[in-house]
């Protein structure tokens, strides 16, 4: 059974576009994120979800809002896509007190 | 801002031998932890250490760290072709669970058969 799961996979869209991601977990945590990984496999935390509650939201533009409608769900939403989003979006979850991380497949986002 | 720095970025062993990747990172953490990443797949958690603990041992796995210098080891002893994989530090400053974790650049691990 998968853990984190994400849809969809592949995502190719033009800019100026609206999209979303979608994000479930089934391991019961309490917590989840959104990560974005560059070209350069780098990973960086864009937001953390705490019982539906904004935990951190680093400097993300604002165009990104993620979307928690339960405690297993996250979803991404982004507005007027730019190259710049072209990214793999990771979404994770963990039980607050464990620490470890969950990751999900990864959506690989490209903006054309 | 980034937080840890893998050494050395790329790595090339024969199969059975063991390798070692480095982290460093810079500010204060509850833990830090290891993921393992295979090409076009999401990353999966190894070990997670705590700040009070310096050695850890997993399977084939070994780390260790050192708060004072700010650095952290992972062994793999007796590698296998199935490690290849790009592998990533990753630190949490509060360990209560809700912040996100700081990534590395990670380090390429590739294993010759």
């Known amino acids: 059974d998968t853990a984190v799961s994400q849809t969809p996979k592949y995502l190719v869209t033009q800019m100026g576009n609206d999209k979303s991601i979608k994000c479930e977990q089934n391991?019961?945590?309490?917590?989840m994120y959104w990560y974005k990984q560059d070209s350069k496999k780098f990973l960086k935390i864009m937001f953390s979800?705490?019982?539906?509650?904004?935990?951190i939201n680093e400097t993300v533009p604002n165009r990104f809002s993620p979307k928690s409608p339960d405690k297993a769900h996250l979803n991404l939403h982004i507005n007027s896509l730019e190259l710049g989003d072209s990214a793999v979006y990771f979404c994770?979850?963990?039980?607050?007190?464990?620490?470890?991380?969950?990751f999900g497949p990864g959506t690989r986002l490209t903006v054309t | 801002s980034q937080q840890g720095e893998e050494d050395p970025q790329a790595l090339s062993i024969q199969e059975g031998e063991n390798a070692t990747m480095n982290c460093s990172y810079k500010?204060?953490?509850?833990?830090l932890q290891w993921y393992r990443q295979n090409s076009g797949r999401g990353l999966v958690h190894l070990i997670l250490?705590?700040?009070?603990?310096r050695e850890k041992h997993s399977g084939r796995l070994r780390v260790t760290l050192d708060t004072s210098k700010k650095s952290s080891s992972l062994l793999i002893t007796a590698s296998r072709a199935a490690d290849t994989a790009s592998y990533f530090c990753?630190?949490?400053?509060?360990?209560?669970?809700?912040?996100?974790?700081?990534f590395g650049k990670g380090t390429h691990l590739i294993i010759q058969p």
């Open positions: 250490i705590r700040s009070n603990e």
């Open positions: 990753a630190t949490s400053e509060s360990g209560g669970g809700a912040d996100g974790l700081t």
């Open positions: 391991l019961g945590h309490d917590t």
């Open positions: 500010t204060s953490i509850n833990n």
């Open positions: 979800y705490n019982n539906k509650e904004l935990i």
């Open positions: 994770a979850s963990s039980s607050v007190i464990a620490g470890e991380q969950y």
